[in-house]
């Protein structure tokens, strides 16, 4: 059974030649973005720590909407979506924050809310570890 997105929801993507110091159990999502798996943001952080490493939270929100119910599909398409708004700044992961289905003049539509996060060894933040 595929795994459902909900707020909360990590997403990482691994770079090449960069090792990871967890060992986080994830699933393919869509191209070389992965879901973690029984983890969220808190608890990935605290294991970053552990480890030395760092997990940044970035304070800007990015959103993408859809007309219709937050159906799986519509959900990762707006999450595609928010990745390319979030691609330039290199970051290495992503939490999805929050996923609110409203209505408007008896039109249902989904707002799909998230944060950059990055993964890295050092205190500093440096998104070009992706570059």
Known sequence: MPFIVQAGTILMREWPGTPHP??????????DWRLVKALDGFAIDRKARAAGWNFFFMATEIKAMFFGSPRPIKIQSALKRILDKVKPQHFNALEVTSIVARHFLGMPYVTVSAHSRHMQPSCDLDSSLGR
């Open 22 to 31: 967890l060992a986080l159990e994830t699933e393919l999502y869509f191209g």
